[in-house]
């Protein structure tokens, strides 16, 4: 069998990206550092439930209006957490 799973991917990933690049305006401190955001990308990831998808159609056909509001609500929550979390451990690094 030659399976080509290159088109599976977890549909999180695109939508903490961008949502991280959206809010990091918010985060000065954070948002001056590549290697921040991408922390703050995995800690967001981590929160998250995977949501495998090979289209984008397939994700936004199969989901309800409610399903996919909280969906967004969890990206939200879970970015926010992330950025938190990651300005707190970069603060305490810089005491130590």
């Not at 991408?38 to 495998?52: E, G, K, M, S």
């Not at 199969?62 to 950025?83: G, I, K, N, P, Q």
Request: net charge neutral.
């Amino acid at each position: 069998m030659n399976a080509d799973f290159t088109s599976v991917r977890n549909h999180n990933e695109r939508a903490v990206f961008d949502a991280v690049r959206r809010g990091a305006a918010r985060y000065p401190g954070v948002a001056d550092s590549p290697e921040l955001l991408a922390d703050v990308a995995c800690v967001a990831l981590n929160r998250l439930p995977p949501r495998y998808i090979r289209h984008e159609v397939d994700f936004v056909f199969y989901l309800s209006e409610r399903e996919r509001a909280e969906s967004e609500r969890h990206l939200a929550e879970a970015v926010d957490y992330a950025f938190g979390f990651v300005q707190a451990r970069t603060a305490m690094r810089a005491r130590a």
